[in-house]
């Protein structure tokens, strides 16, 4: 029965898709393959933003990163400690998109994908889509962001231990989420709308491997405020 009713909604989900370029500019050439956003080498194109206990927020740059040791690679996975709070983001900005991530927890914990991610504080303005293993697929708005829906549909995580394959789906403000195969959530109406993709730490360790990106929009950059 769930497999009826997923066929019909991932080819809504397709079809939504193919209206992009309505949006887009026509003088501007769209690649829509996937492209890497991590090269399981060292922290390229991510800046780990991070607050310890009783400091300040610290945005760790191209040239130092190695200050932090929260996020790391190791072993071609990007990993990070779980402490203290914060998340590693991209450096560039993302309104039309579809992020791949796979992710697996040594332990039940939480972390989580920010999406329309303006301006780096520990706890953004932005839409979180929950990687927290009870509800993981479930998308909600954070720190003044407003959306519609986003409530899980379907249960899909798997235990600790286990890699997870999860897509985020973003258009126009609209959000799904995809875990291990299967629709999970949906949201409409997202404000903000563009912004940076982080993946969080927030507790517990995690991994992350293959983690790319299709449907780049490169027309949008933002300054950080400091």
């Avoid at 560039?92 to 991530?101: E, I, L, M, R």
């Avoid at 995809?178 to 517990?204: F, H, M, R, T």
Wanted: glycine share 10%; hydrophobic share 35%.
């Amino acid at each position: 029965m769930r497999k009826l009713v997923l066929i019909p909604l991932l080819c809504a989900a397709f079809v939504l898709a193919q209206r992009i370029n309505d949006y887009r500019d026509p003088d501007w050439t769209y690649d829509e393959g996937w492209i890497s956003l991590f090269n399981g080498k060292d922290l390229k194109g991510w800046t780990p933003v991070l607050k310890p206990e009783g400091g300040k927020l610290k945005r760790y740059l191209e040239n130092e990163v190695g200050e932090q040791s929260t996020f790391y690679v190791e072993g071609g996975l990007l990993k990070t400690t779980g402490t203290p709070n914060g998340y590693v983001r991209t450096s560039d900005v993302y309104d039309n998109f579809v992020f791949h991530v796979e992710v697996r927890f040594s332990q039940a914990g939480n972390s989580g994908v920010l999406i329309y991610v303006q301006r780096d504080e520990v706890w953004p303005k932005g839409v979180e889509c929950q990687l927290y293993q009870a509800h993981m697929g479930r998308i909600f708005p954070i720190q003044g962001a407003t959306m519609d829906g986003g409530e899980m549909i379907h249960e899909s995580a798997k235990p600790p231990g286990q890699w997870n394959t999860y897509e985020v789906y973003s258009e126009e403000g609209r959000v799904a989420t995809v875990l291990n195969g299967v629709l999970v959530g949906l949201g409409s109406n997202a404000d903000p709308k563009v912004g940076y993709i982080c993946l969080q730490s927030e507790g517990v360790p995690a991994e992350f491997r293959n983690i790319k990106v299709k449907r780049y929009t490169p027309a949008h950059h933002l300054r950080p405020k400091n």
